[in-house]
């Protein structure tokens, strides 16, 4: 059966725009991540610490770890601890100062302040905000304020702290969250 001329040009036309219409309503297979809690939490830029050195009060007080993911102490000089727990933290310290500088050093790494989560988006207040302990990502929302009435809260996106690739990973509201994370709420379009 022959297609009328008329018809066969609306075809046509159809067969280029379907796909570019429809093109904007498929979404590719995302991955999501499981809701188990994460591991310890890590040093990083930003981070305040304390470091004690028992019977050293010259090399004790209070630090903030650089940009470069490093602590700059009197006699130890600038130290990587970025990607490290503390306690990982305190045996490398102990490491340095035992060799040469003081006999069977004792050091304390206590976190004061972790650096902030963010959440940018449809939030009330987008920002930078601490948490305290382990949070999830319900709770950074909640401390910017909450959704606003234009959140597509079935799209929340995070961007881990440290993933050298920045690639952004929905989640759920349950999904555990941790410093220097950004959690990105997206806009409902209807």
Known sequence: MAV???LQGILGI????????????????????PETPP??????PGDRVRV?????????????IGDDGSLSLPLVGRMPVAGLT?????KAMRDRLGHGIIVNPEVSIDVLQYRPV????EVVRPGGYELVGKGRVINAVALA????????TDRIMVMRDGDPERK?????????????????VPERWF
């Open 4 to 6: 009328p001329r008329a």
């Open 14 to 33: 159809l067969s280029v725009a379907a796909p570019l219409l429809l093109g904007g309503c498929y979404s590719a297979p995302v991955a999501t991540e």
């Open 39 to 44: 591991g310890p939490t890590t040093l990083g």
């Open 52 to 64: 004690i050195v028992f019977g050293q009060q010259q090399l004790s007080g209070d630090f903030v």
């Open 86 to 90: 503390a306690g990982q933290a305190e």
């Open 118 to 121: 963010y959440v940018v988006g």
């Open 145 to 152: 304020g909450g959704f606003t009435y234009r959140a597509r």
């Open 168 to 184: 952004l990973v929905y989640v759920t509201e349950r999904t555990p969250v941790g410093p220097g994370d950004t959690v990105i």
